[in-house]
């Protein structure tokens, strides 16, 4: 056996074994890796806030809290919005109790002839509420418990990185740079400076569309008279843009379930509204706001953002856009555009052979054209 054979047989067989350790390494480590990926893309979305503050004189690390404080404050104000009108709503429930009870044991013996006694009914479903809650307290408390720590570590692990990676930012990219020759310094600088771009146009296009979609629900949700109409367009706009996939089935049941408190009708009518909305934002609205910040075509955008939720699950989803937004801007700096023979290629029965570049009139038949060529 020659030689050279020898080396290609382990220079192969080093490539296969490696990539199968990386596959291991990898799939063990995916949590770290999508957390690191999290971190990566909020970097990103927070460098245009930063270099708001860096070019007015602020240190790096101090405009990167501020920027996190500012994210942080938003967050809380959505909270603590939140918060009250759930504590509100749960308290109106707990109060109305007895006649939504009431009123629906007459229903039912007036409509099917029932013999229920609202009292009786009211009794079971308390001490019932008050034993079943005795119960889940005690067998759901240790592992509600552990989640909740679960995702405090996550949550705290995403910010640590998220701080490093955008106050040490300018010296990661020399640290990177500094490995590479000059002409690869160039691409890889290009590259995140596309990141950072069309991550910001991203988040640009989320907010927009929450404050479309906030109006929106608001005008609806004021119209029904529903109670706190305002945290709850904020909670539909917020809800449905930032949480991919199932954030528009999320916004939609909290205004549903006050309506029903209020008046069933009305909350029929809520769920025609998020429903037409919805296919409103989906067909008209995002689109064409995706294809203007990102650069993107439609099509493109619904793809990216369905094969990103295959991948990598609600992480991917949110990171989708931006990075095919990135990856297209990179490569179409390598991609030869030329003019186009015939602008009027895309125009069919126009009386022009794209074959044989020959114009006719439309009635010569294709023997004619060919011997006339």
Same mark, same amino acid.
């Given at each position: ?68 404080? %500012?994210?942080? /404050? &938003?967050?809380?104000? =959505?909270? *603590? $919005?939140?918060?009250? !009108?759930?504590?509100?709503? @749960? +308290? ?52 509600? %418990?552990?989640? /909740? &720590?679960?995702?405090? =570590?996550? *949550? $705290?692990?995403?910010? !640590?990185?998220?701080?490093? @990676? +955008? ?207």
């Amino acid at each position: 056996m020659p030689p050279w054979v020898r080396r290609a047989i382990v220079f192969w067989w080093s490539i296969l074994v490696g990539l199968w350790l990386t596959l291991i390494v990898a799939r063990e480590l995916r949590s770290l890796l999508v957390q690191l990926a999290v971190a990566v893309f909020l970097s990103f979305a927070l460098e245009p806030a930063v270099g708001f503050f860096v070019r007015r004189g602020v240190k790096r690390g101090q405009a990167t809290l501020l920027s996190l404080l %500012g994210v942080f /404050l &938003a967050f809380g104000v =959505f909270v *603590a $919005l939140m918060g009250q !009108l759930i504590a509100t709503q @749960l +308290t109106d429930l707990v109060e109305e109790l007895p006649d939504y009870v009431s009123g629906g044991a007459a229903w039912a013996n007036q409509r099917f002839g029932a013999d229920i006694d609202p009292s009786d009914l009211i009794n079971q479903i308390e001490r019932g509420q008050i034993t079943t809650f005795a119960n889940d307290a005690s067998r759901y408390l240790l592992s509600i %418990g552990t989640t /909740l &720590a679960g995702v405090l =570590f996550q *949550a $705290l692990t995403i910010l !640590l990185f998220t701080y490093y @990676l +955008t106050a040490d930012g300018p010296r990661l990219r020399r640290l990177i740079c500094s490995v590479l020759p000059p002409t690869r310094q160039v691409e890889v600088l290009r590259v995140l400076d596309l990141a950072t771009d069309k991550t910001g146009a991203y988040i640009s296009s989320r907010l927009l569309l929450a404050v479309i979609s906030g109006l929106f629900h608001w005008v609806v949700f004021a119209a029904l008279g529903l109670p706190s109409a305002v945290a709850l367009a904020l909670w539909v706009g917020v809800i449905s843009q930032f949480i991919p996939t199932l954030g528009t089935y999320l916004a939609g049941v909290l205004p549903a379930l006050v309506a029903v408190g209020d008046d069933p009708t009305k909350a029929v009518w809520v769920i025609v509204a998020v429903v037409v909305y919805q296919q409103i934002e989906n067909y008209l609205l995002q689109p064409r706001i995706t294809a203007q910040t990102l650069d993107l075509h439609p099509a493109v955008s619904i793809g990216a953002v369905l094969a990103g939720t295959s991948l990598f699950g609600a992480a991917g989803a949110l990171m989708a856009l931006p990075v095919v937004a990135t990856a297209s801007g990179f490569f179409s700096a390598y991609i030869a555009r030329h003019d186009l023979v015939e602008d009027r290629l895309d125009i069919e029965g126009a009386g022009f052979d794209v074959g044989l570049g020959v114009e006719t009139d439309g009635t010569t038949d294709a023997g004619e054209t060919l011997e006339n060529s």
